[in-house]
């Protein structure tokens, strides 16, 4: 016992000594740290009561006038709902689920994550004009195309699992053609809850393959409110079909959305932030059938109204099918692909005050207890200093030879 306490002394001697440090270190800096978060606080009051002066005026006239290239309607009048998703839509989204993209279109890989039921694998790009492009695949193991077209279209169980859909309604539907009307509104940590006027439709193709293409619109029932961000432009499509030769089926899809977030911090949130949320996803999946949770939308959607795909337009076949990236040759392309480039860092002259804001806002979330808000911001701050530290490292390396 003697021999543990005299080998312990000398330790014991350098931790006295080192919280003495610490304690001095941390009285000489609490200055400093206070006047760095005063400082923070008052630039982000800054910025957010000169953006709300300078669009106040704006925000009054722009509440009773839809948005520049968003389709407008009236309860009254079918002719103007039956222009707002048409075949045009249709033929651009199987075109570009095709791969059929823009030449000038450079596409990052983000994520690539699988288990035994589930494969998720997505991608993205920053077209020259519009948000952040979205490209991702689904793969859901013994699952039928119906089953998952059904899950997705059931509005009223997807606020049981979905925690972020706080309130959706039908605005209204056009049963000649199948566009339906809708508005959704969603919650986020520390933000100002968004709102989704949009309007949708769905066809039926070869092989028991499904599209869906949602697009924003205005409509008189949902006029905007000073409570909601309304979502100004919102393009998303997907395809449900079966994966030849297996049970499973999958769900490709292209988004596009401008919910007036920070590019950069959007996509990290992303890439952080959507493998749990398809995983939880999954789960209510494999608990969903249309028996035990009846559709309580109302009794005519646009899925009762179904419509068909043109036959100019509908080709798809087992080839192509095939042609498709499945579970494994996704994965061996996704790590193959020397053609895309990975998420790079893309340095600004605002990145200092944008790291302060963010190192704000994740002190802000630490407090409020949410954990995704937070590890989003500090993966953001370390991601950031990890790099910068990586280049310094080669800088002085190279003037050292």
Known sequence: MAKIWGCAAPLLGIEWKMAAFSKQFFEQNLKATLLALLFILAFHLFRKFRSRFSRRSSTVSAS?????????????????????????????LIENLDGNFNETDRWEAVINKRNNLLFYNAKCCKPKEGPLKYLSVTVFENCSPKTLRDFYMDNEYRKQWDKTIVEHEQLQLDKTNGIEIGRTIKKFPLLTPREYVLAWKLWEGKDKTFYCFIKECEHPLAPRQRKYVRVGYFRS?????????????????????????????????????????????????????????????????????????PPALDMTDITSCRATPGPTTAHRQFRGASKERTLSRRPTKILLANGLLILGG????????????AKVAMAYILTKLRKRGASSRQNSESQGT
């Open 64 to 92: 009773n006038s839809p948005l520049p290239g968003s389709a407008s309607c009236s309860p009254d009048s079918q002719s103007a709902i039956q222009d707002i998703v048409s075949e045009a839509d249709l033929k651009f």
């Open 237 to 309: 499509g997907w395809r449900i079909r079966k994966v030849p030769g297996t049970d499973a089926c999958e769900i490709k899809m292209l988004h596009q959305e401008d919910a007036g977030l920070n590019v950069e911090m959007a996509k990290l949130a992303f890439a952080k932030g959507i493998w749990s949320y398809v995983c939880k996803m999954d789960n209510a999946l494999r608990k969903y059938s249309p028996v035990s949770h009846p559709q309580m939308t109302p009794v005519a959607s646009a899925l009762t109204l179904l419509q068909k795909v």
């Open 362 to 373: 994740a002190i802000c979330l630490s407090r409020g207890h949410s954990a995704l808000g």
